[in-house]
């Protein structure tokens, strides 16, 4: 099966600085992959989505870039602000009608 | 508001105890699947359930049991609970668009201690 791999597991970084997760993954059908974003205390909710036919996704301060030959993909943060701090996980899903596999998430602090 | 409900939030048990976890959801989503987050694995997906008459298992689905009641139910039982049990769960849900999986929607949580 799949197996998402996720770096760093903690981040700390001072406001105003970017941030960057990173994750590989080992099947090579995944063709989507999701980042939540987990409060304190509260769910995860989707902050940003790539299909394999795309490399770079852009929202604002944060983007998503994909590497598909060496399967990994990475989560851009930047001018970070302190709200910005929270559990982020990344996620590859096989197939178009398959399950999601998580990273292990990264715990990030953003210090004013 | 269409949501995912999880019920109870907050679950303190006994070893041996049967324990059962809900999830209600309003979105009209066929796709319910149950989560486990421990620190530092990330989310674990336990069951799945692509409809009402489809229940599969994931990749940690033992000494869980789950139940598709109606396509807005989906509950997680644990027949006997042990301590290594104790996490906080997560109910997600999703839906078919065309040929794609929907993105993920949680429900609060549960967080369960076995003592």
């Known amino acids: 099966g799949e197996n998402v791999e996720q770096h760093p597991s903690t981040l700390s970084v001072q406001e105003g600085d970017s941030a960057v997760i990173k994750c590989t993954y080992s099947d090579s059908a995944s063709n989507y992959f999701p980042w939540y974003k987990q409060e304190l205390g509260k769910r995860p909710q989707l902050i940003i989505d790539?299909?394999?036919?795309?490399g770079e996704k852009k929202d604002q301060r944060i983007a998503v870039t994909l590497n598909k030959t060496a399967k990994h993909f990475s989560l851009h943060i930047t001018e970070t602000q302190p709200e910005d701090s929270a559990v982020y996980f990344c996620?590859?899903?096989?197939?178009?009608?398959?399950?999601?596999?998580f990273g292990q998430g990264t715990i990030l602090t953003v210090h004013p | 508001d269409a949501d995912v409900t999880q019920t109870p939030r907050n679950r303190i048990t006994k070893t041996g105890k049967r324990i059962m976890l809900e999830c209600s959801q309003t979105?009209?989503?066929?796709?319910m699947y149950w989560y486990r987050q421990d620190p530092g694995l990330g989310l674990r997906l336990i069951y799945y359930s692509f409809d009402v008459k489809d229940i599969n298992k994931g990749e940690i689905s033992d000494g869980y049991s789950v139940s598709r009641q109606a396509q807005a139910k989906f509950s997680l039982s644990l027949e006997s609970a042990i301590p290594n049990q104790t996490a906080l769960y997560f109910c997600a849900t999703s839906d078919l668009y065309g040929l794609y999986n929907s993105p993920l929607h949680f429900g609060n949580g549960t967080r369960l201690t076995v003592t």
């Open positions: 996620a590859a899903r096989g197939t178009s009608y398959g399950k999601l596999t």
């Open positions: 979105k009209g989503h066929d796709r």
């Open positions: 790539i299909r394999s036919n795309v």
